[in-house]
């Protein structure tokens, strides 16, 4: 019983969190949340642990409860950071979970964190209702004008700039997270990064 009340109460405060996260762009009712909650499982993990491992074929899509997660791709000589998210925030290996394939992606918990992770069967289910259509439509759009936008800056903006627009739009980023992450996100050293910090 005990057990039971605990899982249902942690489901309400997990369909809040989303209810509030999402209500500016899509206000649904906390029905619709809880029912999106139940289709998820509430996993816990540990700094520097990861979700996925790359090479690997990724099954889950997350959304971060607390805490904050990496997105890395591995190349020869090393691992590049490509994203970085704080809690309230989905997030996936958007091209393993769509072609079912093993890719170079990997996620990881640049914090110790609780996510909510979607098997790919549930979040399918979800794209045929009416909400779940809605909701992936409007998370794809965000992201690819994010990634667009990421792009624009990299090639458009210095190292320096990028770290102070950084700075004045996700001040939280740079408290949290570690510097080499954030050095490797702006695609810079982190002496680099050092050197522009000391400015």
Known sequence: MNRRYFCLMNQMRSAKILKQAFDDIYNAPIQTW????????????????????????????????????????????????????????????????LTGKPSPVEIMALEASKILRMHRTNINLLKEMPFGSKLFLMAEEASSVGKRKQQIEQMTKTAEERYHQLLE???????RIHQKHIASYLGITSQSLSRIRKK
């Open 169 to 175: 739009e996700q001040p939280e980023l740079i408290q």
């Open 34 to 97: 809880e029912y999106f909650v139940s289709l998820c499982e509430e996993i816990r993990c540990k700094k520097n642990q990861k979700l996925k491992e790359a090479y690997k074929t990724d099954h889950y899509g997350y959304f971060i409860l607390e805490g904050s997660c990496g997105i890395f791709v591995h190349k020869p000589n090393g691992t590049v950071c490509t994203d970085l998210f704080l809690e309230h925030n989905f997030l996936a290996d958007d091209l393993s979970l």
